[in-house]
């Protein structure tokens, strides 16, 4: 965490230069100052100062932010923007505000894993069974903010993919030497399972090991974009501790999210035993497949795709050759390029259930992006993205949306059709 001066001495660096505005999505559909970097960080000073209270309008402000991270770079001043919106939605979190319940309860609900099991079973209960294909149906019409759930989430499988592990994830060509641990994302868990199904299979055709714990323990990372820091900090603790016993090396996630918020613990909380050490850990699964130089299956795949670079994983961590070396180490999959390929989709985690109007028309840009391609199949590393790029399969623009290690997996499949 940095100290109040560093974080001070940031809030002066701003020479309102302008760079940040052709940049900002949302400054691209809405045309006002108050979206733009620059006008957050004026509004973090002047705060600061005694300046500006709390109120529901600044709060409104600082919601106001994909955490796409466009502004810091081109910030000739390298302002990290997000830390400050970070950090001002927590000063604020106590102000009343329409998405206040939302992170409240989620905090509520996620530092309690068995609670969080349950209900989430409950939801899968309600929603797919009574709703028949869980598309919240009956369950938007007793919550409200179910009706955007709805609209924007894929259906709870029935079967979550830590329910349908088997225990042993022991790896094809035995090699007890090589182990890995294996963070299961809740997108991932909860939405997409058969994702993790392919890391699994991807990393143990490769001969590894893989450590899995036997509950999904949320990283954290909505509560803490959403101004929810203590429970944010009590979900990294479990999570540091989870893994303790797992005794892996190295950490593994698919969620572009998931890593970067993972990669955060030991700079956010290092008062928390382990955090530094369990940070240095974590690499997204593309980095370490390339790094590792793993090996794709006989069979080819022989199809045209096109990738999104999430915002989490290009410009937060640096990540964009790895997806692509993935992808094109596939023997017969095509990668299209397509324009802007790191700009935001317009998911970025809550923001589509908190604010659907913008979300949706951030999200129509990069829609058109992929249309121009010529491909329905799109690749991406992150589940928040690929829940809003799925929005696209309504529109006629998306066929599907995968991860890069879905593809990989599919080498070993016999008969992949052209
Ligand atoms: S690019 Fe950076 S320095 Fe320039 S106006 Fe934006 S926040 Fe300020
Ligand atoms: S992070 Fe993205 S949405 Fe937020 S101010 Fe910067 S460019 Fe705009």
Same mark, same amino acid.
């Given at each position: 965490m940095?100290?109040?001066?560093?974080?001070?001495?940031?809030?002066?660096?701003?020479?309102?230069?302008s760079?940040?505005?052709?940049?900002?999505?949302?400054?691209?559909e809405l045309?006002?100052?108050?979206?733009?970097?620059?006008?957050?960080?004026? +509004?973090?000073?002047?705060?600061?100062?005694?300046?500006l209270?709390?109120?529901v309008?600044?709060?409104?402000?600082?919601?106001?932010?994909?955490d796409c991270? !466009?502004?810091?770079?081109?910030? %000739?001043?390298?302002? %990290?923007?997000?830390?400050?919106?970070?950090?001002?939605?927590?000063?604020?979190?106590?102000?009343?505000?329409?998405?206040?319940?939302?992170?409240?309860?989620?905090?509520?609900?996620?530092?309690r894993?068995?609670?969080?099991?349950?209900?989430?079973s409950?939801?899968?209960?309600?929603?797919?069974?009574?709703? $028949?294909?869980?598309n919240?149906?009956?369950?938007?019409?007793v919550? %409200?903010?179910?009706?955007?759930?709805g609209?924007v989430? #894929?259906?709870?499988?029935?079967?979550?993919?830590?329910?349908?592990?088997?225990?042993?994830?022991?790896?094809e060509d035995?090699?007890?030497?090589?182990?890995v641990?294996?963070?299961?994302?809740?997108?991932?868990n909860?939405?997409? %399972?058969?994702?993790?199904q392919? !890391?699994?299979?991807?990393?143990?055709?490769n001969? *590894?090991h893989?450590?899995?714990?036997?509950?999904t323990?949320?990283?954290?990372?909505?509560? *803490?974009?959403?101004g929810?820091?203590?429970?944010?900090?009590?979900?990294?603790?479990?999570?540091?501790?989870?893994?303790?016993?797992?005794? !892996?090396e190295?950490?593994?996630?698919?969620?572009?999210?998931?890593?970067?918020?993972?990669?955060?613990?030991?700079?956010?909380?290092?008062?928390?035993?382990?955090?530094?050490?369990?940070?240095?850990?974590?690499?997204?699964?593309s980095?370490?497949i390339?790094q590792?130089k793993?090996?794709?299956? #006989?069979?080819?795949?022989?199809?045209?795709?096109?990738?999104?670079?999430?915002?989490?994983?290009?410009?937060a961590?640096?990540?964009?050759?790895?997806?692509?070396?993935?992808?094109?180490?596939?023997?017969?999959?095509?990668l299209?390029?397509?324009?802007?390929?790191?700009?935001?989709?317009?998911?970025?985690?809550l923001?589509s259930?908190?604010?659907?109007?913008?979300?949706?028309?951030?999200?129509? $840009?990069? +829609?058109q992006?992929?249309?121009?391609?010529?491909?329905?199949l799109? !690749?991406?590393?992150?589940?928040?993205?690929r829940?809003?790029?799925?929005?696209?399969?309504?529109?006629?623009?998306v066929?599907?949306?995968?991860?890069?290690?879905?593809?990989?997996?599919?080498?070993?499949?016999?008969?992949?059709?052209?």
């Amino acid at each position: 965490m940095r100290s109040e001066a560093e974080y001070n001495d940031y809030l002066r660096k701003c020479i309102r230069c302008s760079f940040c505005q052709p940049v900002c999505p949302l400054f691209a559909e809405l045309r006002e100052e108050s979206t733009l970097a620059r006008a957050k960080v004026r +509004l973090a000073k002047d705060f600061s100062v005694g300046k500006l209270q709390q109120t529901v309008r600044l709060k409104e402000l600082f919601s106001l932010c994909l955490d796409c991270r !466009a502004c810091e770079s081109v910030c %000739p001043a390298n302002i %990290p923007v997000h830390e400050i919106v970070q950090e001002m939605r927590g000063k604020l979190q106590n102000v009343s505000s329409p998405d206040k319940k939302l992170y409240k309860t989620a905090g509520a609900v996620l530092t309690r894993p068995r609670l969080a099991r349950s209900l989430a079973s409950t939801i899968i209960t309600i929603g797919n069974k009574l709703n $028949r294909g869980g598309n919240f149906s009956l369950t938007k019409k007793v919550v %409200p903010l179910a009706r955007q759930a709805g609209e924007v989430f #894929p259906s709870i499988t029935e079967v979550p993919f830590l329910k349908g592990l088997k225990r042993s994830n022991q790896a094809e060509d035995t090699d007890q030497k090589k182990k890995v641990g294996y963070f299961v994302g809740c997108a991932t868990n909860y939405f997409y %399972p058969h994702v993790a199904q392919a !890391a699994v299979k991807v990393l143990g055709k490769n001969g *590894y090991h893989v450590l899995i714990p036997h509950e999904t323990i949320c990283c954290g990372l909505p509560l *803490y974009s959403g101004g929810e820091h203590q429970s944010a900090r009590k979900l990294a603790a479990q999570v540091i501790e989870q893994f303790q016993d797992l005794k !892996a090396e190295v950490i593994v996630t698919d969620c572009a999210g998931c890593s970067l918020h993972l990669k955060e613990y030991g700079r956010l909380w290092p008062d928390i035993p382990g955090s530094v050490e369990f940070s240095s850990r974590i690499q997204d699964i593309s980095w370490f497949i390339v790094q590792e130089k793993l090996k794709t299956g #006989p069979y080819p795949v022989p199809w045209n795709v096109t990738y999104h670079d999430p915002c989490h994983l290009g410009r937060a961590q640096g990540i964009y050759a790895e997806p692509r070396q993935v992808l094109t180490g596939i023997k017969g999959l095509n990668l299209i390029e397509m324009e802007e390929s790191n700009r935001c989709c317009g998911g970025s985690g809550l923001f589509s259930l908190t604010k659907p109007e913008l979300s949706t028309r951030v999200l129509a $840009r990069k +829609l058109q992006n992929i249309k121009k391609t010529g491909t329905g199949l799109v !690749a991406t590393s992150c589940p928040s993205c690929r829940i809003q790029l799925e929005r696209g399969i309504k529109h006629q623009v998306v066929e599907q949306v995968v991860h890069p290690v879905e593809l990989m997996a599919k080498t070993w499949d016999e008969g992949v059709n052209k």
